[in-house]
């Protein structure tokens, strides 16, 4: 499938555990020789559910907003390992994902692709060694069908007030195959959706005006 594009140059796919797991931990090893120089790159990090970031063990950046996640500059060195705690709230099992790209120059030179990955606890000392035994290629198996679309970057907000049972009825003009992915949050801060508490059902359209009830 085509990558996801965000603004700033940032392209990757987002990927997880082949196996379902609700914690996953990512680990890479900067270099020179494969990546090009590291200075003067940005990072950007999204998750589905939460993440926290760490180059060399220290910690850079923590997020659980999976629209908005961490955007910012970044200074890498030949052998500088950087290491992604992800942790989906559900089971893993097509509910999770993580996108992570570095770029230098409007361009990515780093994507999660690029990182290893494992459901079993590292061991003491991890975040600093660059030793990656027990870690394996990460996969999109157990992604989420909303982060698989390279064309799903466009998103809406239904407040619902405080009604503790709602059907919204939706009307839409959309292409065949596009989908539409509701999901419930219990507040919301600056707009964006914060606590985020279900998934509803995927809906794929057919071609041209609809309409459909979200029952949930």
Not at 20 to 37: I, M
Not at 147 to 162: E, F, P, Q, Y
Request: proline share 4%.
């Amino acid at each position: 499938s085509a990558p996801m594009t965000y603004d700033g140059g940032y392209s990757g796919h987002w990927m997880w555990s082949s196996a379902a797991a609700s914690n996953v931990w990512f680990k890479t090893v900067w270099s020179n020789a494969r990546f090009g120089s590291g200075a003067g790159c940005s990072i950007k990090v999204l998750c589905d559910n939460s993440f926290t970031l760490y180059v060399n063990g220290s910690q850079i950046a923590q997020s659980s907003d999976w629209q908005t996640g961490y955007t910012g500059n970044l200074n890498l060195n030949d052998g500088d390992v950087i290491t992604i705690d992800a942790q989906d709230l559900e089971d893993g099992d097509h509910s999770a994902g993580l996108f992570a790209a570095v770029v230098r120059s409007d361009s990515t030179v780093l994507t999660t692709s690029d990182f290893l990955c494992t459901t079993v606890a590292p061991a003491a000392g991890w975040r600093t060694n660059v030793d990656l035994t027990g870690f394996s290629a990460p996969s999109p198996v157990n992604v989420h069908p909303v982060h698989r679309n390279a064309t799903s970057a466009a998103s809406i907000v239904l407040d619902l007030g405080k009604m503790a049972m709602a059907y919204p009825k939706i009307q839409l003009d959309a292409d065949a195959g596009s989908t539409l992915q509701l999901q419930y949050a219990l507040r919301y801060v600056n707009g964006q959706p914060q606590e985020m508490y279900g998934t509803g059902t995927t809906y794929t359209a057919r071609a041209g005006p609809q309409e459909l009830l979200a029952a949930d």
